[in-house]
């Protein structure tokens, strides 16, 4: 085991900067969009920052522990798609009810990663479905983004137009990201218009998580559970796999499986969602500098995430003082390059019939035996794609049988 000392012989201001970088990108949009599900299902103020403060909080210690003991960047948060997928539950279903269902999907995870089985569940299911059913609920935040036009059109304008100005400007959004220079413009808009309320007392205070006790129910395991380790295995997961060996990184697939279960069983009794590795953030930490020293971007990252989840209740008070158009509007911005891919997957290649099912299936919102659309969307999706596009299927079983043996544990996998 190299000596404890190592990270700070590797670690400089490249590494500094893209952790820097990385880890405004997951405290900006995405927690906009945990606090715009929370806040449309009813979820109070402290439920919130327990949430917030488990998704940094232990996800930075499981990000710290990875990135230095695989010696790459391994950022884990949480899966954004799953974040989603609960807005609809909350509808119909007890916030303990959905905590049983994220203890749940974090045990079959960890189940998966200590089999070696997750790379038959990646493939049982054909991407441009799951994609489907993804583009399905991110919708509702696209459609959101417009209205915010309608309720605060000022914040909304000044938001968007950088946002869409940097995003056709690939060389200079390397170094100010659209989204977190949507997210200044948009906070100076609300500070100078005034419409920054905040709460009586005092804003700033320390994290105090809520320990909840979960009820196990058939609707919600079977609403949730399902659709969450998919979103988390294939579209979070395979994402940011992809990304690390594109950038001549071998993530650990097995062991990757395996504490994303972990992970989640440990914030799912603190309110949060699963735990996944992520896409974007693994993109910005293994963008530059030497490969073998980009880990300690990740170990930094895990940091400035441990101190965020601590002060986790400050900085959700902060986000619901604003207007309700600024975190609509942070939210899409976030969404949009998220929602093209799902469509772009969805629809440009195989699996089309099954795919336009699953899609018009998840955006009626409509349970049926009180269990969400999103669930019915796969499964209407699969039995569409099987009546009427059963050659597409053949390949995807070929390949599952040339991989099964190339991703079996290994005891050494590193």
Not at 196 to 201: E, L, M, R, S
Not at 315 to 344: E, K, V
């Amino acid at each position: 085991m190299p000596l404890p000392s190592r990270p700070w012989r590797d670690f400089g201001p490249v590494y500094a900067g893209n952790a820097v970088v990385a880890f405004l990108f997951a405290c900006s949009a995405p927690v906009a969009i945990i606090l715009s599900v929370g806040a449309r299902g009813g979820l109070s103020e402290a439920d919130l920052a327990s949430w917030i403060f488990a998704a940094f909080f232990v996800n930075g210690l499981i990000t710290i522990a990875y990135s230095f003991l695989y010696r790459q960047p391994l950022a884990f948060f949480w899966t954004i798609p799953g974040t989603v997928l609960v807005g609809p539950a909350l509808s119909h279903v007890s916030f303990p009810e959905i905590v049983g269902a994220f203890l749940a999907t974090g045990l079959l995870m960890a189940v998966l990663g200590l089999t070696g089985l997750v790379r038959r569940v990646m493939d049982a299911i054909p991407m441009p479905i799951v994609m489907a059913m993804v583009a399905g609920v991110f919708l509702r935040f696209g459609i959101d983004l417009v209205h915010a036009f309608r309720d605060g059109f000022w914040i909304a304008f000044s938001m968007a137009v950088p946002f869409f100005i940097l995003s056709a400007m690939p060389r200079l959004a390397r170094h100010a990201p659209p989204l977190i220079v949507a997210l200044i413009c948009g906070a100076v808009t609300v500070w100078l218009m005034g419409a920054f309320n905040p709460p009586a007392g005092a804003m700033f205070e320390l994290a105090s998580p809520k320990l909840y006790a979960p009820q196990f129910s058939w609707p919600a395991m079977v609403e949730l559970v399902i659709p969450l380790a998919v979103t988390v295995l294939v579209v979070q997961n395979g994402q940011g796999i992809a990304i690390l060996t594109a950038s001549g990184h071998k993530p650990p697939v097995n062991a990757i499986t395996f504490i994303c279960g972990a992970g989640s069983l440990v914030t799912a009794i603190f309110g949060a969602v699963s735990t996944c590795l992520t896409g974007p953030a693994n993109a910005i930490l293994a963008s530059s500098g030497e490969k073998q020293r980009q880990y300690t971007a990740g170990v930094c990252v895990g940091v400035l995430a441990l101190g965020f989840g601590l002060t986790a209740p400050f900085f959700t008070r902060l986000l619901l003082a604003a207007p309700a158009a600024f975190i609509a509007t942070l939210a899409g911005l976030a969404i949009l390059p998220a929602l093209q891919t799902a469509f772009q997957t969805s629809f440009g290649g195989k699996f089309t019939f099954g795919a336009l099912v699953c899609l018009l299936v998840t955006v009626t919102d409509v349970p049926v035996f009180m269990i969400g659309a999103p669930f019915w969307g796969i499964v209407f999706g699969l039995a569409a794609s099987w009546l009427r596009e059963r050659r597409d299927f053949a390949p995807a079983v070929s390949e599952t049988a040339r991989r099964t043996e190339a991703d079996s544990p290994r005891p050494t996998e590193r």
